[in-house]
């Protein structure tokens, strides 16, 4: 894809999240598919030549659409809180446009320092007193997944015990 294009497809994809935002309302929260109506629309092999982005986009209106449970939906209640906005979007656009991989301070000074203030904005925002901050004997990093955050805190347990 040229840099002209992915300008193009890009705008089409940021004008296609925000009129699906802005018409989430008029949908159904859940989907309303039967198991394996989504798959009996997709090809039977892969693809042997590129689709034109508009073609990408007509089979997201119309084959995956209909498939997805609308979780920003206003009535969507079930599970567990997973809303995103605008703001969120944009930023996820722009880490993946960058393809920061911080997981060491050398991979990305930016990323980790970055993600150290923002923690310990965070601890000042929810009034946690200075130790739990990264200038005190707390600090932290952000985890992706409840299941990665449990395993380093287990961890953390485990070490302490055994000091």
Request: hydrophobic share 45%.
């Amino acid at each position: 894809m040229s840099p002209q294009q992915f300008r193009e497809h890009g705008r089409q994809v940021v004008d296609w999240i925000a009129d699906y935002l802005e018409t989430i309302e008029s949908r159904p929260v859940r989907s309303q598919v039967a198991p394996g109506e989504i798959s009996a629309q997709l090809p039977a092999h892969p693809p042997q030549q590129p689709e034109p982005f508009a073609a990408v986009l007509a089979d997201l209106e119309k084959i995956v659409l209909p498939g997805v449970t609308h979780w920003q939906h206003p009535r969507h209640f079930a599970y567990f809180p997973a809303n995103s906005s605008g703001p969120a979007i944009l930023g996820d656009l722009l880490s993946a446009g960058l393809g920061v991989q911080g997981m060491l301070w050398i991979t990305s000074p930016a990323c980790t320092e970055l993600e150290t203030v923002v923690i310990d904005w965070l601890a000042e925002l929810i009034d946690l007193p200075a130790r739990f901050r990264s200038t005190g004997l707390g600090g932290g990093v952000i985890q992706d997944s409840a299941s990665s955050a449990n395993l380093v805190a287990l961890l953390a347990a485990l070490q302490r015990i055994s000091a």
